[in-house]
Antibody, heavy 123, light 109 residues
Framework: QVQLVESGGGLVKPGGSLRLSCAAS????????MSWIRQAPGKGLEWVSY????????NYADSVKGRFTISRDNAKNSLYLQMNSLRAEDTAVYYC????????????????WGQGTLVTVSS | SSELTQDPAVSVALGQTVRITCQGD??????ASWYQQKPGQAPVLVIY???NRPSGIPDRFSGSSSGNTASLTITGAQAEDEADYYC????????????FGGGTKLTVL
């Protein structure tokens, strides 16, 4: 069965850096686009970033562009999110999710999610 | 970018039908997907595309769309359906950039 397990969260000071990881299993990781989605405490979901199956394409939410970098290692079945210049407003549970992109029909969706890892940015 | 708007809260009597709506310009071009999230848990996909349910999602969940509005309907709501529901679609720019609605808290009375 598909499993996504995030790790790397924790407490970091404003301006600091953190690298999140997501270990994937139960499917051919290299065939799928992947994404990071976050949820601030008591708030809604916010899409953060995606990466294509071969790492050729990425995109970011305006709120993290220039500070966060998504990457993947298909040999290790792993997804990463390098977060720099962290701000208090980046405090959230970060989920990795598998993305199904349906170009013609426009019926994209996130079909599997991990349990999330909490990032707290505070002095 | 674009926004998706949801009612913050909706309630339904046990066994009755409830519709949760999502409005946004991007929905004129792209289908919405819907996610159920219970407290302390990760979101779960319940509807995607025109009206598709992943394996394991009960058939009381259905989706529809008209103009700039997407709807999630639960026919015969059960106590276990009490949760937050989020809609999502691609941004209207056409790029692979997605937006979520603010979420709807569903209470089953």
């Amino acid at each position: 069965q598909v499993q996504l397990v995030e790790s790397g969260g924790g407490l970091v000071k404003p301006g600091g850096s953190l690298r999140l990881s997501c270990a994937a299993s139960g499917f051919t990781f290299s065939d799928y686009y992947m994404s990071w989605i976050r949820q601030a405490p008591g708030k809604g979901l916010e899409w953060v970033s995606y990466i294509s199956s071969s790492s050729s394409y990425t995109n970011y939410a305006d709120s993290v562009k220039g500070r966060f970098t998504i990457s993947r290692d298909n040999a290790k079945n792993s997804l990463y999110l390098q977060m720099n210049s962290l701000r208090a407003e980046d405090t959230a549970v970060y989920y990795c999710a598998r993305v199904i992109v349906v170009v013609v029909a426009g019926s994209d969706h996130f079909d599997y999610w991990g349990q999330g890892t909490l990032v707290t940015v505070s002095s | 970018s674009s926004e998706l708007t949801q009612d913050p809260a909706v309630s339904v009597a046990l066994g009755q039908t409830v519709r949760i709506t999502c409005q946004g310009d991007s929905l004129r071009s792209y289908y919405a997907s819907w996610y159920q999230q219970k407290p302390g848990q990760a979101p779960v996909l319940v509807i995607y595309g025109k009206n598709n349910r992943p394996s394991g999602i009960p058939d009381r969940f259905s989706g529809s769309s008209s103009g700039n509005t997407a709807s999630l309907t639960i026919t015969g709501a059960q106590a276990e359906d009490e949760a937050d529901y989020y809609c999502n679609s691609r941004d209207s720019s056409g790029n692979l950039h997605w937006v979520f609605g603010g979420g709807t808290k569903l209470t089953v009375l």
